[in-house]
């Protein structure tokens, strides 16, 4: 329980019995409750007003990295036939225009 030992939680709630009485305590530990379920709750309303943003970016983020894949591979393909000789190149037969 948020990483507290058994010694550590018998230490504090001794102090809160000590600061509060056995009067208040009761009181005191309802609202500790109802502080942490409100909190359970919010947190858990911000996971899942964020977490569809969250997924829509991770789209967005891989499409822009395909797109960037092909671009890259497509410049890549480019270079590669403009530095390739024009004897080497697909179609040229070799001979040229020689007389």
Request: zero cysteines.
């Given at each position: 329980?948020?990483?507290l030992g058994?010694?550590?939680i018998l230490i504090i709630l001794v102090i809160a019995f000590l600061l509060f009485?056995?009067?208040?305590?009761?009181?005191?530990?309802?609202?500790?409750?109802?502080?942490v379920k409100g909190?359970?709750?919010?947190a858990e309303d911000l996971r899942k007003s964020v977490e569809p943003e969250l997924n829509m970016?991770?789209?967005e983020v891989?499409?822009?990295?395909?797109?960037?894949?092909?671009?890259m591979k497509e410049a890549e393909e480019e270079i590669n036939q403009a530095t390739t000789p024009a004897d080497k190149q697909p179609g040229?037969?070799?001979t040229g225009n020689q007389a």
């Open positions: 329980m948020f990483g058994a010694g550590e009485g056995p009067k208040q305590l009761p009181e005191v530990g309802r609202q500790v409750g109802k502080a909190f359970k709750e919010t970016i991770q789209q891989k499409m822009v990295e395909q797109d960037f894949q092909a671009s040229s037969s070799g």
